[in-house]
């Protein structure tokens, strides 16, 4: 995939974490903050870069938190979406599962169809 193409997936998968989120922070409840979509398994894990069920809705200031705590953070995070949840991510998102190609197309229509 092209680095324009990756650009233009984040984005749209920004986009929609924040609109799923309703535009408020999950973490303290604002919507007058600026609102930034966090990854759970990091965005390195092209497995899980793009789902949005991979997301959270955060303000800028939540966010940082979150990058800058992440042990702290992680069992808000585990709580939010349950154990899972949390588990099934995890192992999607390891490398040993990152073998598969992504083309832009098909990642594209992933996220276009989650439009409710
Ligand atoms: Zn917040």
């Given amino acids: ?19 799923i989120g309703n535009y408020r922070c ?3 409840g604002t919507t007058d903050k600026k609102l930034e979509s966090a990854h759970i398994v990091g ?3 092209y497995n899980t ?12 200031t939540c966010h940082q938190d ?5 042990n702290h953070m992680e069992s808000w995070v585990r709580d939010w979406i349950g154990e899972e949840k949390w588990n099934e991510l995890q192992e999607a998102g390891r490398p040993c599962n990152a073998g598969k190609k992504y083309f832009y197309e098909d990642v594209k229509k992933e996220l276009d169809e989650n439009n409710d």
């Avoid at 998968?13 to 924040?18: G, I, L, P, T, Y």
């Avoid at 870069?49 to 800028?60: A, E, H, Q, V």
């Fill in 49 to 60: 870069r793009w789902r949005l069920d991979n997301g959270l809705c955060l303000c800028f």
């Fill in 66 to 70: 979150y990058d800058q705590h992440r």
């Fill in 1 to 19: 995939m092209k680095r324009s193409e990756i650009k233009k997936l984040d984005k749209i998968w920004s986009e929609k974490v924040k609109e």
């Fill in 26 to 28: 999950l973490k303290c």
């Fill in 43 to 45: 965005r390195g894990a």
